[in-house]
């Protein structure tokens, strides 16, 4: 009967301590990445009250980013790997990020190569790798992603990331610098090979008196 009574009470407890937790308890909408809804707009759907889908959402912060997006090069060919860092600064650290590769001042929203998520830096791709957001929302300082350019020649890409800083505080609209398209040696041959030529032309008409 005592048995009874207190597993009875301890039942009742542990709902009473899970209803407070999930009261209580902060309801990060999206631990695990961005949604494939922000895939175009790539806005956090992160709402006023974190708990009603019904209050407004939130804005972006409008002052300078505490974070920068890096490239490894700014020269890029068809399926060229750059590698992409979005890193904090000494005090800021992020929980969330969204990043995509967009043409350069285009708001058309087209989404540009692939990237590849290794899971052990906690990402993870969206929009059919077009996409790469976090797995989980460790805090972290830096972030290093591959991305592979498509296939064909484009023409000054530019990455494109949202961070959260926390629920309440994101910036989107942060850009890498533009990358310069290159196809591929050519564009390093071709002034090199006009400077050969001229050198040799030199050369013969030197030559020649
Ligand atoms: C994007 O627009 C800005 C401002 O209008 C301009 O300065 C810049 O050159 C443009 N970049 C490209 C790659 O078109
Ligand atoms: C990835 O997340 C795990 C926790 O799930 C953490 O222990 C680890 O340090 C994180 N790795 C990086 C590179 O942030
Ligand atoms: C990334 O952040 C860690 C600390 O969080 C730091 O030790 C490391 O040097 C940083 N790497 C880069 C490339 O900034
Ligand atoms: C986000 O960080 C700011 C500044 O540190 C803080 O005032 C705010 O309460 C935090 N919001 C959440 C939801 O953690």
Same mark, same amino acid.
């Given at each position: 009967m005592t048995a009874h009574i207190t597993s009875l009470t301890s039942a009742r407890v542990s709902f009473i301590l899970m209803v407070t937790f999930l009261a209580v308890?902060?309801?990060? +909408?999206y631990p695990n990445g961005a949604?494939? %809804?922000?895939? *175009?707009? +790539?806005?956090?759907?992160?709402?006023?009250? %974190?708990?009603? *889908?019904?209050t407004p959402l939130l804005q972006p912060q409008t002052?300078?980013?505490?974070y920068t997006v890096l490239v490894s090069t700014t020269d890029v060919e068809p399926n060229g790997h750059v590698t992409v860092t979005i890193s904090a600064d000494q005090s800021h650290d992020y929980e969330g990020f969204f990043l995509q590769a967009r043409r350069?001042?285009?708001?058309?929203?087209t989404r540009y190569g692939t990237f590849t998520a290794d899971s052990s830096n906690n990402v993870t791709t969206r929009c059919s790798s077009q996409g790469i957001t976090h797995?989980?929302?460790?805090?972290?300082?830096n972030t290093s992603v591959v991305w592979m350019a498509p296939s064909t020649k484009v023409y000054n890409i530019q990455f494109k990331a949202t961070v959260v800083n926390n629920y309440s505080i994101f910036f989107t609209n942060i850009h890498s610098q533009v990358l310069n398209p290159s196809t591929g040696s050519s564009a390093v041959v071709v002034p090199s090979l006009g400077l050969s030529l001229f050198v040799l032309l030199l050369r013969l008409i030197n030559h020649v008196h």
């Open positions: 308890g902060r309801v990060r +909408m949604p494939e %809804e922000s895939c *175009s707009d +790539m806005i956090p759907l992160h709402h006023a009250d %974190e708990d009603n *889908s019904n002052t300078t980013p505490y350069a001042n285009d708001t058309s929203g797995s989980n929302n460790v805090e972290r300082y």
